[in-house]
């Protein structure tokens, strides 16, 4: 779980999952991976579908207690064994029993069978390789119910927060998403991004259930499934690492918004089992790709320049650097700036998180 333009946490805080392998690169891969729709151009100005989607199943009971078929939860894992049942087993105490679809992403450590053993109802997935962030798209492809909380190996959601945000999801048609609250364990403590989400400068209409958000992050948001089809899931390419930046601007171009709910509050019990260092490198590379897909050349060379003032001087910036600019080809081919009040949005968080302190490029 990182803050959602790259920036790794401190060693101290909440890190991300699943260690590091080579991202996918072979045609075969690149199919499997494909983000869907092709971009559609500015010219969207609302969402997909206007009102709940059809055939979505049954809600609790009227006593607001009983199973809810309307999320389902989606995780992504490598080489957490220990954790990942941990999680599994809080979330199948869950009282609302939602479906969980787990993706494996080539775990050594018999993750799998400890799956199958301990949870034969959770739908595991196993791509056969450490595909990162981008099992997401896998494991959605799979999702009939209207909406998907994704939640990491080290994380899972508090009682309740399941259909609280299927009912934010159902009253407004126009939502993407919704972002919890996220509680560090075992200390209980808040997150310090939670303050930013709390108090977020976008701006956004008042039917909102919260505060308007410019990104989310992916391991404490439930999205609308129709919305993350239609604006083609996380790109591959981004592979582990801020990649929830991209959609979340595809999916303002496209008219949807995201906002933060209060009342929703999803654990972290941070991993030991992490690269941070690896993520860093990916995360950087990843800001960077972004801002020159989607930012229009002033800002894209304002926060460039920026990046390059601000983080650390070593090797690890010094690598993300040089893979993102091995990337220019395909960024330069795919580039597509959005349009001016998607822009306004964006360099209002851009000055927010210049303050940030639980967005540091450290590890």
């Known amino acids: 779980m990182t803050p959602a333009d790259g920036a790794s946490r401190s060693p101290d805080g909440p890190g991300g999952p699943h260690g590091r392998d080579q991202a996918p690169r072979d045609p075969a891969a690149r199919a499997l991976d494909r983000r869907g729709p092709e971009w559609r151009g ?144 075992p200390e209980g403590t808040e997150d310090p991004v939670v303050e930013e989400l709390r108090t977020s400068p976008v701006r956004g209409p008042g039917w909102l259930p919260g505060p308007a958000l410019g990104s989310f992050l992916a391991a404490a948001t439930c999205l609308r499934v129709t919305a993350f089809r239609e604006a083609g899931g996380f790109d591959p390419r981004l592979w582990l690492g801020g990649e929830e930046e991209l959609l979340a601007t595809d999916l303002a171009v496209r008219g949807w918004w995201l906002a933060f709910a209060e009342e929703l509050t999803i654990h972290h019990a941070p991993s030991r089992a992490r690269d941070a260092t690896g993520r860093r490198v990916d995360g950087l590379r990843n800001t960077l790709w972004y801002t020159w897909l989607r930012r229009p050349l002033p800002a894209a060379l304002r926060r460039t320049c920026y990046l390059a003032r601000t983080v650390p001087r070593d090797a690890a910036s010094a690598r993300a650097f040089a893979r993102a600019l091995a990337g220019l080809g395909w960024v330069v081919a795919e580039r597509r700036p959005v349009p001016a009040h998607v822009e306004d949005r964006l360099a209002t968080l851009e000055r927010a998180q210049r303050a940030s302190t639980a967005r540091q490029y450290v590890g």
């Open 42 to 185: 500015p010219e969207r100005r609302g969402p997909a579908r206007q009102g709940p989607d059809p055939g979505a199943p049954a809600r609790r009971g009227p006593d607001g207690t009983g199973p809810d078929r309307r999320v389902t939860v989606v995780v992504i894992t490598r080489d957490r064994r220990g954790e990942l049942l941990r999680t599994l087993g809080l979330l199948a105490d869950l009282p609302e029993r939602p479906e969980v679809v787990v993706v494996d992403n080539a775990s050594r450590d018999g993750t799998a069978d400890a799956v199958r053993a301990a949870h034969p109802r959770v739908r595991l997935l196993r791509p056969g390789r450490n595909t990162g962030a981008v099992g997401r798209n896998l494991a959605v492809r799979h999702v009939t119910t209207p909406y998907v909380a994704f939640c990491d190996d080290d994380s899972w959601w508090a009682p309740g927060a399941l259909p609280a945000a299927a009912d934010h999801l159902d009253a407004h048609p126009a939502l993407a998403g919704v972002v919890a609250r996220i509680v560090v364990e």
